[in-house]
């Protein structure tokens, strides 16, 4: 557990930083940017060295690996999802080392990530501590190749805010090559650039209710274009337990900050939190469709800090103690919860030259 303080430990002390009046001088931040670069190179590190130990997918991986550096290029392209199968083989026309494809990886999925995170970041630690807090984190020690999707999924959203529809269409369907789950995010542009501000809840709210009571025949529809991911229910996904949270985090997005105050980002972002909110409601039938919903569910960690700032002076202070209650509860909730619950197998940690 050691190795995983430090994602904790050293992003706060660039933190810590403006609290000292001696250093007063050094914008809070550039204080703030520097730890969330920190955070994601100790992430990067963790990740990258890693052994095959550590995640539930990654010995896995090394199976397909060495058989996709056995088969043809043609053969590979027949893949269901060719773009990692053809990654695999590029690397093993120069190395059959399985830990560069795990470092290769990290590279391609933390990089664009940590871009949009150092540009919109509010509050690091609490960012941090929410981003521990969700499935997320725990895909980038396992799953290569829905982690290398997310990470464009990221690089779409750069061009969703600049209203370039071309590139993002393009970016998307890499991803979708990468892993199918990837469908959902054509969603993104249109998801993004709709204004939904409270009074829209009007009719958002009536919506994403209609969207519950029909989630099984809506399941249906999608289990058929992506038919080939299964499985179970709600007693092992802990299901309602996230809706309730992601619930309650829309909620207070919407009441919290004044709209006319907010900027574009905020906006859409919330949006993807709404949307993560929906594709959650339908997680207690299939687990499959939790995937589906961590390429929105990684803007929440932004955009709760993002709200806060924003807070209209009716509930500034109520956002404020909720800033704090949101930083020390998740961050005692992954130190004393996430080892016992060890999703994705990502205890105990082991580099890779530890292990034989």
């Known amino acids: 557990m050691f190795v995983y303080s430090l994602l904790f430990l050293l992003p706060a002390i660039p933190c810590a930083i403006p609290l000292f009046k001696q250093f007063k001088w050094i914008e809070k931040e550039k204080c703030y940017k520097a730890s969330i670069i920190i955070f994601f190179v100790v992430l990067f590190f963790l990740t990258a060295f890693r052994s095959i130990r550590v995640g539930a997918d990654t010995s896995n991986y090394a199976l397909m690996f060495r058989r996709f550096s056995a088969w043809s290029f043609e053969r590979n392209l027949k893949y269901k999802e060719p773009a990692f ?3 695999c083989k590029i690397i093993s026309l120069f190395t059959h080392n399985y830990q ?8 391609i999925t933390i990089i664009p990530v940590a871009i949009v995170y150092v540009k919109e970041i509010e509050y ?10 969700t499935s997320n984190f725990y895909m980038f020690f396992s799953g290569m190749r829905q982690s290398i999707a997310i990470s464009l999924g990221m690089i779409a959203f750069l061009f969703v805010r600049k ?15 990468f892993h199918r789950t990837a469908l959902i995010l054509f969603l993104m542009y249109p998801i993004y650039h709709i204004r939904i501000v409270k009074k ?3 009719y958002v709210i009536p919506s994403m209710i209609v969207i519950y009571i029909f989630n099984k025949p809506i399941f249906g529809f999608l289990q058929g274009i992506i038919s080939d991911y299964e499985g179970v229910g709600d007693a092992e ?3 309602f337990t996230m809706l309730f949270l992601l619930i309650a985090f829309s909620a207070f997005a919407f009441i919290i900050p004044k ?13 993807f939190l709404l949307m993560a909110t929906v594709v ?22 932004l955009v709760i800090p993002k709200v806060i700032v924003n807070t209209s002076i009716r509930w500034r202070q109520f956002a404020i103690s909720f800033h704090y209650i949101f930083l020390v509860f998740f961050t005692i909730r992954f130190f004393t919860s996430a080892q016992s619950m060890n999703a994705l197998n990502i205890f105990p940690y082991t580099f890779f030259w530890e292990v034989p």
Request: proline residues 5%; glycine residues 4%.
């Open 237 to 239: 996904t802990g299901a």
């Open 200 to 202: 829209s809840l009007l």
């Open 100 to 107: 560069v494809l795990v470092i290769t990886v990290s590279v």
């Open 124 to 133: 690091p630690m609490t960012t941090i501590a929410l981003l521990l807090s």
């Open 85 to 87: 199968a053809l990654l």
């Open 259 to 271: 709209d006319s105050e907010l900027d574009d980002d905020t906006i859409g972002m919330r949006n």
């Open 163 to 177: 209203k370039k529809l071309i590139p993002f269409l393009l970016i998307v369907c890499l991803a979708f090559l």
């Open 280 to 301: 959650q409601m339908f997680v207690p039938l299939n687990t499959f469709v939790m995937r589906m919903g961590y390429y929105y569910m990684i803007f929440m960690p």
